[in-house]
């Protein structure tokens, strides 16, 4: 069965770093969207993004955050310049267009010292 | 602003018995309602979701109910097994493309 991927699994940085999070979203979805969940937390809308712009992002992604499709496989987001903060966990996920299902990586944990 | 939210926040049954858990939802053009089960470590996935044409959805042990007119969702798992105890969380979508609003999760532990 496709599956949402995503490295690395777990990012150490410190503050005031830039991280780039990778996914590979399924290959056939046309939308693909990143989400974080600050531990114990729900999970949290940050941006969306289809025909390599993005269609809505969230108060959270802010001017340090950006996304990228650079290569139509993969799907990347950059944080600028971390903060404390940013420390949660990454999710990527992937929808097409026959269902209104998104499907989600494993994440990654961002920690932030 | 949208939101979702989700009661209880634990949710502690005996092995067998069935477990419920409540949603309420506050923009009324939300059309999609998927429930997601988070195990440790892993994204969320998908275990079942109903549309807003319809009232009530089976899927063998889980079963979902939406009351639209009032904007509440609940999911129902019934015998509950071991293997039940995740986090669910419910959670609203306006199109197929949108982004997906999520409650704040119910931890479900199973007791044996």
């Known amino acids: 069965e496709p599956e949402v991927t995503q490295t690395p699994s777990h990012q150490v940085t410190q503050m005031g770093q830039e991280v780039i999070l990778r996914c590979v979203p399924i290959s056939n979805h046309l939308y693909f969207y990143w989400y974080r969940q600050i531990l114990g937390q729900k999970v949290e809308f940050l941006v969306s993004f289809y025909n390599n712009e993005i269609s809505e992002k969230s108060e959270i992604f802010d001017d340090q955050f950006s996304v990228e499709r650079p290569d139509g496989s993969n799907f990347t987001l950059k944080i600028r310049s971390t903060k404390l903060e940013d420390s949660a966990m990454y999710f990527c996920a992937s929808g097409g267009t026959l269902s209104y299902e998104q499907y989600f990586g494993p994440g990654t944990r961002l920690t932030v010292t | 602003g949208e939101n979702v939210e989700q009661h209880p926040s634990t949710l502690s049954v005996q092995e067998g018995d069935s477990a419920v858990i409540k949603c309420t939802y506050s923009?009324?053009?939300?059309?999609?309602f998927p429930w997601y089960k988070q195990e440790l470590g892993k994204g969320p996935q998908l275990i079942i979701d109903i549309r807003s044409n319809v009232g009530e959805k089976k899927d063998q042990r889980i079963a979902v109910t939406l009351n639209k007119t009032a904007k509440h969702f609940s999911l129902h798992i019934t015998e509950t097994q071991p293997e039940d105890s995740a986090v669910y969380f419910c959670a609203a979508q306006k199109n197929r493309d949108d982004k997906i609003i999520f409650g704040k999760g119910t931890r479900l532990h199973i007791l044996p």
């Open positions: 923009d009324s053009a939300s059309n999609y």
